[in-house]
């Protein structure tokens, strides 16, 4: 259960940063308020719940912040990113008309510390840079993968009620999301391929082990799955078939999370292959 609990963690904070991110995209302001007061909430309370879901118990909370280690750091940034983004909804909701880009980034930034500061701690301490590295790029890439799907669902509702807002914000989130399908894709095959000799991904992909279905999963709905969908994706939106769009967000984002959720799950076993 604890596991899981990390997981999730693991999974909702990156996707709230990468999100974040995404909502300064100068394009979404033709969206209307209305947008950045749903998405800066959502993603606030996606980036809480995945806090209290860490499995600490509350009486631990009070000494990771004064530990001076890897750890403590990842969640005082953490901490960090939910302040300036409350500010953000703060000031969203009662007082300015407008965003404001800079606490933004300001909370992207912390965000982005904070999660290349996980793929460190997460990896064993005799691993090269090359794989911290290698680690660290694809918690980016995740992040930005999942903050984008879901900001391109909760756009694509916004036509239904204002089918004359531009087509133009949608267009770029789908594109954007398209790239980051394939770039991620790269980079779990990639992975792959530098752990092929080793007799348990041999055995994992023979499906000679319980860990095999699990990969299998991973692959066939978290990779294969998205990087079918997103070219479609794309195509509808250029058809202005919002509608379309946005339900096919839909089934390729509950594919990525499930994908996420597995790659996460071998992270903790051994960070062999995502």
């Known amino acids: 259960m604890a596991r899981i609990q990390e997981i999730v963690f693991l999974v909702f904070g990156q996707l709230a940063v990468g999100g974040v991110f995404l909502m300064a995209l100068p394009t979404l302001e033709t969206a209307g308020i209305g947008f950045f007061r749903t998405n800066g909430l959502v993603f606030l309370l996606t980036v809480i719940l995945g806090i209290a ?9 009070s000494t990771v ?9 990842i969640f005082f940034l953490f901490s960090a990113f939910i302040l300036v983004l409350f500010v953000y909804n703060l000031r969203l909701w009662f ?3 407008i965003h404001s880009r800079k606490l933004l980034f300001t909370a992207s930034f912390l ?3 904070a999660i290349l500061l996980s793929a460190g701690y997460y990896l064993p301490q005799s691993s090269s840079w090359l794989r911290t590295f290698f680690l660290s790029a694809y918690f980016l890439v995740s992040s930005l993968l999942l903050g984008a799907g879901v900001l391109g669902m909760l756009l694509g509702h916004s036509y239904l009620t204002r089918p004359d807002l531009s087509i133009v914000p949608l267009r770029e989130l789908t594109k954007i999301f398209m790239i980051l399908v394939f770039i991620e894709a790269g980079f779990s095959l990639l992975s792959l391929a530098v752990s092929a000799s080793t007799p348990r991904l041999q055995n994992a992909l023979s499906l000679k082990s319980f860990e095999g279905l699990y990969l299998w999963i991973r692959l066939l ?5 998205p990087t079918i969908l997103a070219p479609m994706i794309v195509q509808t939106v250029k058809d202005r078939a919002t509608m379309s769009a946005t339900g096919l967000l839909y089934v390729a984002m509950m594919m990525i999370i499930i994908g996420e959720i597995f790659s996460r799950f071998f992270l903790l076993v051994d960070a062999a292959y995502l």
Do not use: K, N, V
């Not at 879901?53 to 909370?61: H, Y």
């Not at 912040?65 to 750091?73: A, I, K, P, V």
């Not at 709905?221 to 799955?225: A, L, P, R, S």
């Open 53 to 61: 879901l860490f499995p600490l118990e509350w009486s631990e909370w």
């Open 111 to 113: 965000g982005a510390i």
């Open 221 to 225: 709905i978290g990779i294969c799955g």
């Open 65 to 73: 912040f004064f530990q001076f280690s890897l750890f403590g750091m």
């Open 95 to 97: 007082r300015h008309p």
